[in-house]
């Protein structure tokens, strides 16, 4: 996944990736390039309407009310987003303060140990801190991977409810506000994906959507086919009328999120392939641009270059974790692809009318991680010649098969590595966009800089772009600007009348 993290956040070495905010997979969202930054923290600034109360007053506190704080990837950003919308439709309001609220959310990342220890951190903050009648909860994937051990280490915690049971959570509520000690809500065996109609989106432009949830591929370093349960599709029909609904409220572009986005298997009889999906929600009317993330190499083929390339609508930037270039690596890491293979679908997105911008996710320093297949990583570089990567080290989680594996690389050697890799691949975006100087590119404003005449968006190719332009409502417009300079994470340019 990638980081969720939207454009206010430089990402993916400017390159916002759904695959976040960090990732809770693949499709993580990050507000960085390593792994010294890849924790996405948000929480939702919109006021909420005002609803009813369900939660008594105590100690000044507001009545139902809820803060609530995101940690990681993308996924779990629009999962927020859902559970916002399911507590405000309850009633509840949401706080931008914890001291206001009644109840105090944490949604979770546990993808690499930083991550959990960030939460803990957080969650630590409230022994002393919490009013009498707060109630803390832990949501997301610490909550699925540590279960009730949460309440051992935070004894101050009442909640603790992983994705699959979000529905749930009001009537969760309800128990403790009854007089429920704890309360947990873990269960992984759901064929639902978490649907509502209520979600409360944050971004007023861009509107995430999740198509499948879960992830099967078992690679040995991750913990979300854990924490995220196997996977599910949502129908076609479901997704393609939610994304009407959307164009309806004004939205122009969607992100169609998933841990592994183009393993989508569409579970009614219609039986739509991932890039039919792709082009049926680029054709519903007022849908500009469409987006998706994160994908996965096993299941990424021609069809969806062709969609791109036949479908202006569907943005030009595919976001394919590679995560090493050594093929041993990539075995001993279950990416159930070789090096070779993974470069046969770069020769596709190489191959295309349309010069689509590729991103990738990198770890080094997996166990067992020789000099060579370090230097093949750097290769790799060199022949793909990335717009964007979110490099890692190595992180051992949980319950994870590589936990096991010998030959453990030292953490300054890779700290070492990442720093090498990232100075190559900065380089490389560097060049990249130095060539699309004098260039006229389509451009999303989705910012206004305090500055005069200084605006900021994305471009179809997922770059952030800041630009000058002399009109005053360009929020929300799609505008023609010509680059004039380049660095590794933005292009600078000036709106042009075409
Ligand atoms: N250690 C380091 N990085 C990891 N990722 C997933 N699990 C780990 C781990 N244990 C990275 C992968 C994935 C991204 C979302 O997070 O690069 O694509
Ligand atoms: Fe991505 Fe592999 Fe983790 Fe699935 S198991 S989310 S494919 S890194």
């Excluded at 749930?168 to 704890?182: I, S």
């Excluded at 986005?261 to 579970?267: F, L, Q």
């Excluded at 997105?349 to 770890?363: E, N, Q, V, Y």
């Amino acid at each position: 996944m990638g980081n969720g993290f939207d454009f206010s956040v430089e990402r993916l070495a400017g390159l916002g990736v759904p695959g976040g905010k960090a990732p809770a997979s693949e499709s993580g969202r990050y507000t960085g390039q390593s792994d010294e930054a890849d924790l996405n923290v948000g929480h939702y600034k919109r006021s909420p309407q005002d609803g009813g109360i369900n939660v008594p007053l105590q100690n000044g506190i507001g009545a139902g009310t809820f803060y609530l704080e995101t940690f990681g990837c993308q996924m779990n950003e629009h999962d927020s987003e859902k559970v916002a919308g399911v507590l405000l439709a309850r009633g509840y309001k949401q706080v931008e303060r914890t001291d206001e609220a009644s109840v105090i959310l944490y949604n979770t990342c546990s993808i690499r140990e930083k991550a959990a220890q960030k939460v803990f951190s957080r969650l630590g903050e409230y022994r002393t801190t919490r009013k009498e009648g707060q109630v803390i909860g832990v949501l997301g994937c610490v909550a699925q991977q540590e279960g009730e051990d949460i309440f051992e280490r935070a004894p101050w915690v009442r909640l603790v409810c992983g994705s699959a049971s979000y529905r749930k959570l009001p009537e969760l509520l309800a128990q403790l506000e009854a007089g429920g000690k704890r309360i947990t809500g873990l269960d992984l065996d759901t064929d639902e994906t978490f649907e509502t109609e209520i979600t409360r989106r944050d971004n007023p432009w861009r509107a995430y959507l999740t198509i499948i949830e879960g992830c099967d591929k078992a690679c040995s370093y991750c913990v979300v086919p854990y924490t995220r349960g196997p996977e599910r599709s949502r129908a076609s029909a479901s997704v393609l009328e939610e994304v009407r609904q959307l164009a309806d409220r004004g939205y122009t572009e969607v992100q169609l999120l998933g841990q592994t986005v183009n393993s989508y298997a569409d579970p009614s009889a219609r039986r739509m392939r991932f890039s039919e999906l792709l082009a049926a929600v680029a054709e519903v009317a007022g849908i500009r641009r469409v987006r998706f993330t994160t994908s996965h190499p096993r299941d990424f083929g021609k069809d969806i270059v062709e969609a791109i390339e036949t479908v202006p609508g569907i943005c030009e930037h595919v976001h394919l974790p590679v995560q090493c270039g050594s093929t041993n690596v990539l075995r001993a890491m279950a990416r159930t692809y070789t090096r070779d293979e993974y470069l046969e679908k770069i020769a596709l997105l190489h191959g295309s009318k349309r010069a689509i911008s590729i991103t990738t996710d990198l770890i080094v320093g997996f166990p067992g991680e020789t000099e060579r297949d370090f230097r093949e990583t750097l290769s790799l570089l060199d022949a793909v010649q990335y717009d964007g990567a979110f490099s890692f080290k190595y992180s051992p989680r949980p319950n994870t098969p590589s936990l096991k594996m010998d030959d453990a690389i030292p953490e300054e050697e890779k700290s070492r590595r990442l720093a090498i890799l990232m100075e190559k691949q900065r380089e490389i975006q560097r060049a990249r966009n130095e060539r699309l100087i004098g260039e006229t590119v389509e451009v999303l404003v989705e910012g206004k800089s305090k500055r005069e005449n200084q605006w900021s968006g994305h471009t179809s190719s997922n770059k952030v772009m800041n630009f000058t332009s002399p009109e005053q409502k360009l929020l929300g417009h799609y505008v023609q600007v010509r680059v004039t300079g380049a660095s590794p994470n933005s292009l600078i340019g000036e709106h042009t009348k075409a």
